[in-house]
């Protein structure tokens, strides 16, 4: 037997061949973790080869650990909020998105404080030994203790680590899934972070004399004695944006704001129409929603599932949460009501007009039948912007999974008014994939999805493809059997398209898509020789995520260019915030 486990080796190839082989991602980790090294040294080289310091440098290779591990975490906490200025972010995305991941900025916050945590260990390590060491050795008339819990550096370092045990544990993938609250609150103790990370340097405990050398006025040290770094006067200033940015927000988030309409749709999905007319944003894109009267400080992300062409803003949100539950009672839609459409979704309810093809698929809350009047809501954005590049591709492949099916509600409305005003630029061909777990979930997306597909002029455009993954009922599966055969419309979706059951293959999906383009037939009339462009625009969990991006990677060649992007809200949480 091995001494490790074919799955573990499987692990350990796939992450080797993500970091290492992607050439963006090779790129990245070289100048990323390159810069850091380079400061490390100098960090190092400075404090050891400064002779003003040579009492200090009795302590060798700990105080020069200490230090150069000092200059990576100041660049590292200075790159912490870069990645938050979401409004810088969407406004240079059209320009810098090729030479940089801009869409990937919550991974880049991620890559980061992992560094970040990795450089704290091994600062407050090699301190821990200076502290012991001065004491030891009496280069300073001082105590361990007295460093440690009577300096300013003492103090805000036992300080910042604390605020980091809280901010890493609740930021842990299963805590943010059951309690996100803890997630939300816990990050916002980054502004205590950063006052103690701007006053670290206070405490002078790399100088030049016996004792620190303090001042009366800001920074409250004296320069000529205490020889930091000063790295705070370069740190500041991420912090002074992202300040400025919080500001621009609450202050945009408080324009005027009303819910016009709120639907209940079968798969326990609330739809709030909200008006608010100086609100412009792109296909794809997603906002924060508070609620005051519910919480006063939480805002939770949802993305828009609204056309920009439509005259209003709509998300749809699952009562899968505690703030999802509180509001859904609010809006007098709670779990009765949300039941009530369920059940008639799984027994296949019609509406009893004669439409054909067409669900109950939502129930409007008539606003007279409401004893409150409906609550101010609040929102703040657009963010993200990512699916806006479809129309720069020959070949669109949306894939969405279980609610993750949302940002596409946005893009395909937006894609079917483009094609209205014949503005569709080089997109000649959709394939669209919808995973789902149960049936109710085809319930808000399906009068969507048949509106398109009876507005096709071309029935070669748009592809769709539906797969349930879930085992149906008995009663579910005899009336596929009844009424399946020889019907226009199938019977769980009452599309054209036919339901799919089981796991789609993803690596014989695009194997197939990229024979048909290299022998001419998926794209009549488009010359085999050209390179096509096939964009890949995903939403749904990581794994799956994974799992669709290799297929990409893997199917790409000189004919056929595969790319992979996520779109919508990329926070995961129990409110399924979609």
């Not at 940015?245 to 016009?260: C, G, I, K, N």
């Amino acid at each position: 037997m091995g001494l490790v486990s074919p799955g573990v080796l499987t692990v350990i190839e796939s992450w080797f061949r993500k970091e290492f082989l992607s050439p963006r991602r090779l790129l990245f980790n070289v100048v990323f973790y390159g810069t850091q090294l380079v400061l490390f040294s100098v960090g190092w080289y400075l404090q050891e080869t400064n002779q003003r310091l040579a009492a200090l440098n009795q302590l060798t290779y700990s105080v020069w650990i200490s230090r150069g591990a000092g200059m990576t975490l100041a660049f590292d906490a200075g790159l912490l909020l870069v990645p938050m200025l979401r409004n810088v972010i969407r406004t240079i995305r059209p320009k810098l998105k090729w030479l940089m991941p801009v869409d990937e900025n919550i991974w880049f916050h991620r890559q980061v404080a992992y560094s970040t945590a990795f450089w704290a260990v091994v600062h407050t390590t090699a301190h821990y030994v200076n502290f012991f060491n001065v004491e030891r050795t009496q280069v300073r008339l001082e105590s361990a203790l007295d460093i440690h819990y009577t300096q300013a550096g003492g103090i805000t370092g036992h300080f910042m680590l604390f605020i980091m045990l809280l901010m890493y544990t609740t930021s842990h993938r299963k805590i943010r899934y059951q309690c996100f609250e803890a997630f939300w609150y816990t990050h916002h103790l980054a502004f205590f972070f950063f006052l103690a990370l701007y006053s670290h340097a206070t405490g002078c405990f790399v100088r030049d004399s016996v004792k620190p050398d303090f001042i009366k006025s800001f920074p409250f040290y004296s320069t000529q004695h205490c020889l930091g770094y000063e790295s705070w006067r370069f740190t500041i200033w991420p912090g002074i944006a992202y300040f400025f940015e919080r500001v621009y927000r609450e202050y945009r988030a408080r324009r005027e704001t009303a819910l016009s309409k709120v639907l209940v749709h079968p798969s326990g999905a609330m739809e709030l129409r909200i008006i608010k007319p100086d609100f412009k944003y792109t296909a794809g894109q997603w906002l924060f929603l508070q609620v005051p009267e519910i919480s006063k400080w939480q805002w939770h992300p949802f993305t828009i599932t609204s056309a920009p062409e439509d005259p209003y803003i709509s998300v749809h949100i699952r009562q899968v949460g505690d703030w999802t539950h509180a509001l859904g009672e609010r809006l007098g839609c709670g779990p009765v009501v949300v039941a009530a459409m369920t059940k008639e979704a799984m027994d296949g309810v019609e509406k009893k007009d004669g439409s054909k093809g067409i669900r109950s698929d939502f129930v409007e809350l008539d606003e007279d039948c409401v004893v409150r009047p409906s609550p101010r809501i609040r929102i703040d954005g657009p963010y993200g912007a990512p699916a806006e590049d479809v129309f720069d591709n020959e070949v669109a492949i949306l894939i969405g999974a279980g609610i993750g099916v949302t940002p596409f509600a946005s893009i395909l409305r937006h894609i079917w008014y483009r094609q209205q005003r014949g503005s569709m630029g080089p997109l000649r061909k959709v394939e669209f994939f919808w995973v789902c777990r149960d049936t109710p979930s085809f319930g808000w997306f399906q009068s969507l999805l048949h509106e398109i597909e009876v507005s096709q002029s071309d029935p070669n455009f748009l592809r769709i493809n539906i797969y349930l993954t879930q085992k149906v009922a008995e009663d579910m599966f005899w009336n596929i059997v009844v009424n399946d055969p020889g019907a226009e419309y199938d019977p769980l979706t009452l599309l054209h398209t036919r339901t799919v059951f089981g796991r789609p293959d993803w690596k014989c999906i695009y194997r197939r898509i990229k024979a048909a383009i290299e022998i001419g037939q998926y794209l009549p009339g488009h010359e085999a020789q050209l390179r096509t462009r096939v964009g890949t625009y995903f939403c749904g969990p990581s794994g799956l995520a994974a799992t669709i991006k290799e297929a990409t990677r893997q199917h790409t060649s000189q004919s056929v260019l595969f790319s992979f992007s996520k779109v919508g809200v990329h926070i995961p949480s129990k409110t399924q915030r979609k």
